[in-house]
């Protein structure tokens, strides 16, 4: 069964034998992460799982414990295939706390894009409204 993981700005599919657990080199492949003897490690990073029960389904990594373990939102719909991982929770609390919007573009009325890091270091405030 294919698998698609989308992961950010990246996107891609691997095999899964039951549409919810991957090979590592596959999770790897999907986000960065590999599983190491000392948890989850991405470069320099090392994040420690406890129940690696949780995590693994034989020798296969379960994208839930994943997620879990990392303490990222999952969405993921079986009946297509696809999973998808938000932000960390620990980064968007980091933002929060720093006072960080994460960077984005949007829309004006006439269709001119604005992007939030180009319009410099004073304070904003933005306004949205919507008729939904």
Do not use: Y
Request: charged letters at 25%; a negative charge; one cysteine or more.
């Amino acid at each position: 069964m294919q698998l698609t993981i989308l992961d950010g700005e990246r996107t891609t599919t691997v095999e899964s034998a039951d549409g919810t657990s991957v090979a590592p080199s596959d999770l790897f492949t999907a986000t960065g992460w590999q599983l190491k003897p000392e948890g989850l490690c991405q470069g320099d990073v090392c994040v420690p799982v406890r129940d690696r029960g949780e995590l693994l389904d034989g020798d296969c990594v379960r994208i839930e414990g994943f997620a879990t373990a990392l303490r990222r939102p999952l969405v993921a719909d079986a009946a297509s295939g696809v999973v998808a991982l938000g932000q960390s929770l620990i980064q968007a609390g980091e933002q929060l706390h720093d006072r960080r919007a994460p960077d984005f573009t949007l829309q004006d009325i006439n269709g001119v894009e604005h992007t939030m890091s180009k319009i410099g270091r004073k304070k904003k405030v933005l306004v949205v409204w919507s008729s939904w």
